[in-house]
């Protein structure tokens, strides 16, 4: 039975925000102190190189990163790098009195090595603690609490350059680098340890390679802080030569991360979680990168010290805001194996990359254009720009083919308690692992790709049902009889009642009698075998059994059946009628239609199949009321016609048991153009245990269902409360409600098989 939360997931929340809200408070005043000790011992123009230097820094550290974090992982690493860079800063104060100069350089380089780091460690210690649908949501929450974090941490940078000098900040962030430490600890405590020795013995560099998705993470990340290196160089060049003394700079640093630490929570808390609800992952991202091509082109026309700072305040902002909580998600399809050796290397490594090209090229610019460096390189910030704007589109794909590939990796990782899928997941982990993944998941992107909606032909048109030909082959006569006669007597025992008189004309039935032997499959002593013959004749009589599927005076229990029939005719006739039947009245008409769609259609596009109209089918049921979905009831066929004939299909026989006929009937549609195994995989998810498989599942189904399908299916999949219906429920009630109506659902191993 699934739980509530516990209080040990309650607390790590609570001690997230807090490690957020510390980490983020030093990042911010360590900055300060940073730009000003550097920038009151050497002129701007030595930027580049500090930054060139600080940047193969960080290469090396983050490379040590990553293999102590695939050893160790993030709770057991976080915390030891959180207090290595306190005891720095405390030797640094100690140090800066004799050796200002040095002091700076060791500050820039120390902020430039451990910032990125323990921040990104922080982010996959939070990842590797929630699912990936609850993370959706914590990280949220955490990220608004390290805003807030930002925005105190400012206030209390310039309060100190105020009342103190600078060298007292180094101090204060020993302090605040220690308590962040102590949280972090805290947060992983609860976090399951997951190591194998594969994962020590490869390192990030190789992983990433051989992952696409995460070549993909890496340049996005290049590509943005390509662009935040021009746009920070102009507006600390600028700085500097508004400000001369190490004061008034550690004072206007102060003021300027603080207002925009305050603008980032603004915008965090208020449009965060709705950005990423209502535009995605991507995006969400795409904000940053549209933003600084807006400004920057202000910017680069209107060269004032305002609007660079404003250039470089809508950078901050977006880039921590939205940027941020979008990103971080981007991580949670990624396996454990694979993310903890990697995290850091992208973050950090491919950050600090972007940092190096753009100092170098800021180098080469005040070279050759000194005078006019700072219009050049916001220029230059808004082509970086738009090159990540372009790429964040194409990222999409690759995160919800991440998600597919989790999913499936996350199946065979269900806990030895979990007693109920134990021998499911190890049956499942043999035949997933089996399947051709590079093409099965090449087929998610075929159909996600295929986002455009185009006109049925003709042939599967509504209310097109095309012409049958007549058949001109009439069975030979008995000896003395006429083909005409011979006839006749087949039709009257067909019409006779008596069950010994129709069997004889059963075994090879004359298509011309068709007409008679449809109402016969509604007999439950004949059915196996009227269904049998009917089924050699359906390829030539398709069209008069889809009349009889569509007439509303033809019996209820002949209509139900004949989609069986139906089933065995694989063209484009068949496909239109059985859509047609999608619209019956009856719901278990409508429901042996989409099972016999279901086991008629391997190919979609063979059989021109459109999502248009399969994703029209399940609005339809979506719209009927919870009254009436729960009063869906079935009659039994399966258990007369026998298990080689059953329609079971896509789903294993005790998942179909464990869910509701009307869900089963939408996810057996949806199977119709979306990733078959992934689908099935998701459904036995959401009916597990694990958390971890159920917001995979979850997150899978709301990147791949249209918005107006999932926001009507979501309901069905949980309980709903009284908020819900006056639309003010927050979205996690709902996942929450979720996840505590699902329990565990064993899939057949041999039905899975089948399916291959």
């Given at each position: 039975m699934?739980?509530?939360?516990?209080a040990?997931?309650?607390a790590?929340?609570v001690?997230?925000?807090?490690?957020?809200?510390l980490?983020?408070?030093?990042?911010?005043?360590?900055?300060?102190?940073?730009?000003?000790?550097?920038?009151?011992?050497?002129?701007?123009?030595?930027?580049?190189?500090?930054?060139?230097?600080?940047?193969?820094?960080?290469?090396?550290?983050?490379?040590?990163m990553?293999?102590?974090?695939?050893?160790?992982?993030?709770?057991?690493?976080?915390?030891?790098?959180?207090?290595?860079?306190?005891v720095?800063?405390?030797?640094?104060?100690?140090?800066?009195?004799?050796?200002?100069?040095?002091?700076?350089?060791?500050?820039?380089?120390?902020?430039?090595?451990?910032?990125?780091?323990?921040?990104s460690?922080?982010?996959?210690?939070?990842?590797?603690?929630?699912?990936?649908?609850?993370?959706?949501r914590?990280?949220?929450?955490i990220?608004?609490?390290?805003?807030?974090?930002?925005?105190?941490?400012?206030?209390?940078?310039?309060?100190?350059?105020?009342?103190?000098?600078?060298?007292?900040s180094?101090?204060?962030?020993?302090?605040?680098?220690?308590?962040?430490?102590?949280?972090?600890?805290?947060?992983?405590?609860?976090?399951?340890?997951?190591?194998?020795?594969?994962?020590?013995?490869?390192?990030?560099?190789?992983?990433?390679?051989?992952?696409?998705?995460?070549?993909?993470?890496?340049?996005?990340?290049a590509?943005?802080?390509l662009?935040?290196?021009?746009?920070?160089?102009?507006?600390?060049?600028?700085?500097?030569e508004?400000?001369?003394?190490?004061?008034?700079?550690?004072?206007?640093?102060?003021?300027?991360?603080?207002?925009?630490?305050?603008?980032?929570?603004?915008?965090?808390?208020?449009?965060?979680?709705?950005?990423?609800?209502?535009?995605?992952?991507?995006?969400?991202?795409?904000?940053?990168?549209?933003?600084?091509?807006?400004?920057?082109?202000?910017?680069?026309?209107?060269?004032?010290?305002?609007?660079?700072?404003?250039?470089?305040a809508?950078?901050?902002?977006?880039?921590?805001?939205?940027?941020?909580?979008?990103?971080?998600?981007?991580?949670?399809?990624?396996?454990?194996?694979?993310?903890?050796?990697?995290?850091?290397?992208?973050?950090?490594?491919?950050?600090?990359?972007?940092?190096?090209?753009?100092?170098?090229?800021?180098?080469?610019?005040?070279?050759?254009?000194?005078?006019?460096?700072?219009?050049i390189?916001?220029?230059?910030?808004?082509?970086?720009?738009?090159?990540?704007?372009?790429?964040?589109?194409?990222?999409?794909?690759?995160?919800?083919?991440?998600?597919?590939?989790?999913?499936?990796?996350?199946?065979?990782?269900?806990e030895?308690?979990?007693?109920?899928?134990?021998?499911?997941?190890?049956?499942?982990?043999?035949?997933?692992?089996?399947?051709?993944?590079?093409?099965?998941?090449?087929?998610?992107?075929?159909?996600?790709?295929?986002?455009?909606?185009?006109e049925?032909?003709?042939?599967?048109?509504?209310?097109?049902?095309?012409?049958?030909?007549?058949?001109?082959?009439?069975?030979?006569?008995?000896?003395?009889?006429?083909?005409?006669?011979?006839l006749?007597?087949?039709?009257?025992?067909?019409?006779?009642?008596?069950?010994?008189?129709?069997?004889?004309?059963?075994?090879?039935?004359?298509?011309r009698?068709?007409?008679?032997?449809?109402?016969?499959?509604?007999?439950?002593?004949?059915?196996?075998?009227?269904?049998?013959?009917?089924?050699?004749?359906?390829?030539?009589?398709?069209?008069?059994?889809?009349?009889?599927?569509?007439?509303?005076?033809?019996?209820?229990?002949?209509?139900?059946?004949i989609?069986?029939?139906?089933?065995?005719?694989?063209?484009?006739?068949?496909?239109?009628?059985?859509?047609?039947?999608?619209?019956?009245?009856?719901?278990?008409?409508?429901?042996?239609?989409?099972?016999?769609?279901?086991?008629?259609?391997?190919?979609?596009?063979?059989?021109?199949?459109?999502k248009?109209?399969?994703?029209?089918?399940?609005?339809?049921?979506?719209?009927?009321?919870?009254?009436?979905?729960?009063?869906h009831?079935?009659?039994?066929?399966?258990?007369?016609?026998?298990?080689?004939?059953?329609?079971?299909?896509?789903?294993?026989?005790?998942?179909?048991?464990?869910?509701?006929?009307?869900?089963?009937?939408?996810?057996?549609?949806?199977?119709?153009?979306?990733?078959?195994?992934?689908?099935?995989?998701?459904?036995?998810?959401?009916n597990?245990?694990?958390?971890?498989?159920?917001?995979?599942?979850?997150?899978?189904?709301?990147n791949?269902?249209?918005?107006?399908?999932?926001?009507?299916?979501?309901?069905?999949?949980?309980?709903?409360?009284?908020?819900?219906?006056?639309?003010?429920?927050?979205?996690?009630?709902?996942?929450?409600?979720?996840?505590?109506?699902?329990?565990?659902?064993?899939?057949?191993?041999?039905a899975?098989?089948?399916?291959?």
């Amino acid at each position: 039975m699934v739980t509530r939360p516990t209080a040990a997931d309650r607390a790590a929340v609570v001690y997230g925000l807090l490690a957020a809200f510390l980490m983020i408070a030093q990042q911010i005043a360590g900055k300060s102190a940073r730009d000003a000790l550097f920038l009151s011992s050497f002129p701007a123009t030595e930027l580049p190189k500090v930054m060139i230097v600080a940047a193969g820094i960080s290469v090396v550290a983050v490379l040590a990163m990553s293999q102590s974090l695939a050893r160790f992982g993030p709770a057991r690493i976080v915390p030891f790098a959180f207090f290595a860079s306190g005891v720095l800063f405390a030797v640094e104060w100690w140090l800066a009195p004799q050796m200002k100069a040095v002091v700076a350089w060791a500050v820039y380089l120390h902020i430039a090595a451990f910032g990125s780091i323990v921040i990104s460690g922080f982010w996959s210690v939070i990842n590797e603690r929630f699912d990936p649908h609850a993370a959706k949501r914590h990280v949220a929450r955490i990220a608004t609490g390290s805003t807030l974090g930002g925005v105190v941490g400012g206030v209390a940078a310039e309060r100190i350059a105020a009342i103190y000098d600078v060298r007292t900040s180094l101090l204060v962030l020993c302090a605040l680098n220690v308590l962040a430490g102590f949280f972090v600890m805290r947060v992983g405590g609860g976090a399951p340890r997951r190591t194998t020795a594969e994962v020590e013995r490869r390192n990030g560099v190789q992983i990433i390679k051989e992952t696409p998705y995460l070549q993909q993470l890496g340049i996005l990340v290049a590509l943005i802080a390509l662009s935040a290196t021009f746009i920070d160089y102009a507006f600390k060049a600028e700085a500097a030569e508004q400000f001369t003394d190490e004061a008034s700079l550690m004072r206007f640093f102060a003021l300027f991360y603080t207002v925009t630490a305050f603008l980032t929570f603004v915008a965090q808390s208020t449009f965060g979680a709705k950005a990423l609800q209502k535009l995605g992952l991507d995006g969400t991202i795409a904000l940053l990168p549209a933003a600084v091509v807006i400004f920057g082109v202000l910017g680069a026309a209107v060269q004032q010290f305002f609007t660079v700072v404003l250039v470089r305040a809508v950078e901050g902002v977006f880039s921590n805001s939205f940027a941020r909580s979008g990103y971080e998600l981007l991580y949670t399809p990624v396996s454990t194996e694979k993310k903890r050796p990697t995290k850091t290397i992208i973050d950090v490594a491919s950050n600090r990359f972007g940092d190096a090209l753009g100092s170098v090229t800021i180098l080469g610019v005040l070279a050759v254009a000194a005078p006019f460096a700072p219009t050049i390189v916001i220029v230059l910030a808004v082509v970086a720009a738009v090159a990540a704007l372009w790429f964040t589109r194409r990222l999409h794909r690759g995160y919800v083919d991440a998600l597919a590939e989790s999913l499936k990796s996350g199946a065979v990782h269900l806990e030895s308690s979990d007693v109920v899928d134990a021998t499911t997941q190890r049956t499942l982990t043999e035949t997933t692992m089996a399947l051709d993944r590079e093409k099965l998941l090449e087929q998610i992107q075929i159909l996600r790709e295929s986002q455009g909606h185009s006109e049925p032909p003709p042939s599967v048109r509504p209310g097109a049902v095309p012409a049958v030909p007549r058949d001109s082959s009439p069975h030979a006569p008995e000896h003395g009889q006429t083909a005409a006669s011979a006839l006749v007597v087949a039709a009257e025992d067909l019409s006779s009642g008596d069950p010994a008189r129709i069997r004889v004309h059963l075994k090879e039935p004359d298509p011309r009698l068709t007409t008679l032997l449809i109402p016969l499959i509604g007999r439950r002593d004949l059915y196996p075998e009227v269904l049998g013959a009917l089924r050699g004749l359906a390829p030539r009589v398709t069209g008069q059994l889809i009349d009889a599927l569509l007439d509303q005076a033809q019996p209820f229990v002949v209509r139900r059946r004949i989609p069986r029939v139906l089933a065995a005719v694989h063209d484009d006739r068949a496909v239109a009628g059985l859509f047609l039947g999608l619209g019956d009245p009856r719901f278990e008409v409508r429901y042996q239609c989409g099972r016999a769609l279901r086991k008629l259609v391997t190919d979609p596009e063979a059989l021109q199949i459109t999502k248009q109209r399969v994703f029209e089918a399940v609005l339809r049921e979506l719209e009927v009321g919870k009254s009436v979905w729960e009063g869906h009831r079935l009659l039994d066929d399966d258990s007369i016609v026998g298990d080689e004939d059953s329609m079971d299909g896509w789903l294993d026989g005790v998942v179909r048991d464990r869910l509701h006929r009307s869900l089963e009937h939408v996810f057996t549609l949806l199977a119709l153009v979306l990733e078959r195994e992934t689908l099935h995989l998701s459904l036995e998810a959401l009916n597990s245990k694990d958390t971890t498989l159920r917001g995979t599942a979850l997150e899978y189904l709301e990147n791949v269902l249209p918005d107006d399908i999932r926001k009507k299916l979501w309901p069905y999949l949980g309980q709903r409360d009284r908020a819900a219906a006056t639309g003010s429920r927050p979205k996690q009630q709902i996942v929450e409600d979720l996840l505590r109506s699902m329990d565990g659902v064993p899939v057949d191993p041999e039905a899975l098989r089948r399916r291959r």
